[in-house]
């Protein structure tokens, strides 16, 4: 696919270049953050498993403290993963405002910038 319209390929400004390359790291790196968000939503779904888990090691008079722990450790391993990213567009933390995180929410709690930009903003 060809660009509609301009000068040719050498009149492409260093500037628009940029532009561009800047523009691909931006999706790239919001599809990060949805992947990481994403992460974070399936581990709260293994919760009820985690639950029944619990249930049947107490029901054989088992330790539960590994099997805690080790689920402690994968929640709070994606909730830092999650937290620590930042905004392509502001560069501050996409998902906390103040403390809490903001896991619904699918645009940058900080500028409002859409973890899936329209489409024809992605070459
Ligand atoms: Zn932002």
């Not at 009820?48 to 391993?77: C, H, K, N, Q, T």
């Not at 990213?85 to 405002?97: D, I, M, S, Y």
Request: positive net charge.
């Amino acid at each position: 696919m060809a660009a509609p319209s301009g000068p040719g390929k050498s009149g492409e400004s260093l500037r628009e270049k940029a532009a561009r390359k800047s523009g691909l790291a931006r999706v790239r790196a919001l599809k990060q953050i949805e992947r990481a968000r994403t992460r974070l939503i399936v581990c709260f779904w293994t919760l009820p498993v985690y639950m029944a888990g619990v249930w049947l090691l107490l029901e054989e008079r088992r330790e539960i403290d590994v099997f805690m722990l080790v689920y402690i450790a994968i929640w709070s391993g994606f909730a830092l993963d999650m937290a620590r990213r930042a905004c392509p567009g502001c560069g501050r933390q996409f998902f906390v405002r103040n403390i809490l995180m903001n896991l619904m929410t699918r645009k940058c709690v900080h500028c409002g910038i859409p973890l899936r930009e329209a489409p024809e903003a992605i070459e």
